[in-house]
């Protein structure tokens, strides 16, 4: 699949715009805070419904009224398709293909994007939490159905650590709460598992070809919860774990165990890339994490995925450029940079050059041709 174009109304610097794209190679020129990640953060929604920047719609409403409006045109499965989402204070509506949406999980499985920024480096270097919403956001793309498990799991969750923090301990209740966690975290730990095991395949192929084999990636999902055995022997096993634990949570007021607390092991040569690896090494594998899920996404769903690269380049080396661009060829690309003429893609014969400034995007011909 493939973007053609977008519109912008009253969207972050955007007044009103209209951009046609390059079904291959975007670039997207332009000095700092002009608009470049704002383009892209406008097509990254998309896919989710949800930013990559903030977690309030609100941030993205522009200041030339109280709502902004987003309409994406793509081609998927040689059909052309569209995607409109209108922001508002109190909430947003969103149309596929004409018809209006009932929640934004019907985005799920219609676009599939791929982000990559300076900010995913955290995945690698930061608290499990980074790590955890890398591997939900792939999988909801992957499997809408994984998206409602997650959000009933979380619901039963501030359930019973309410529960925890009351009075008086309904007994009877709280098991109901244990028995619904247990049903909906076995689920995400099974389907988190799985994913990581083709992850880990994907991505230590890639990380050796980065490193020409001198390196070797590994990932593990480590989970507070046993999990050997079938999903409903995960079931029971969190059941008893999170009965054994229930006085220390109460005391704390919080579910210790889950996959909430659960974490993404990365090594390199057998030794954790978060303690002891190099600025370069957690680079290179949040670049072979990223490729990665590219070739899930082509594997599970027969289709190419739009890649956002948003100022990351300059993060990686020339050779890591080379990679990154020549592995990509079947893939739609944006990239935004400060300079207009990289040399890396000066090259590229199929390419569409833009630039930004202040909320506004013209084609650069010069630079094209």
Known sequence: ???????????????????????????ITGNNAQGKTNLLEGLYIMSLGKSFRTNKDAEMIGFEGDFSCVKSVYIKEGRERSIEIILSRQGKSIQIDGCKAKKSSDLLDKAYIVCFTPEDLKIVKEEPEKRRKF???????????????????????????????????????MEIWENNLAEYGSRIIIERMNFVEKLKIISKQLHSSITDGKEELDLFYESSV?????REEIKEAFIKKLNKERKRDIYRGSTESGPHRDDLRISIDGKDVRNYGSQGQQRTVALSLKLAEVRIIQEEKKENPALLLDDVLSELDEKRQKFLINSLSDVQLFITAAEKKGKLWISLPERKVFIVENGRVTNDTQAEG
């Not at 039963?156 to 529960?163: A, G, I, T, Y």
């Open 226 to 230: 046993p999990v050997k055995g079938s």
């Open 135 to 173: 591997m939900d956001r792939e999988l909801c793309q992957l499997k809408p159905v994984y998206y409602s498990t997650l959000a009933r799991y979380k619901k039963v969750l501030m359930q019973r650590n309410s529960l925890l923090k009351s009075e008086s301990l309904n007994n009877e209740l």
């Open 1 to 27: 699949m493939y973007f053609t174009e977008i519109t912008l109304k009253n969207f972050r610097n955007y007044k009103e715009q209209t951009v046609s794209f390059h079904p291959n190679v975007n670039i």
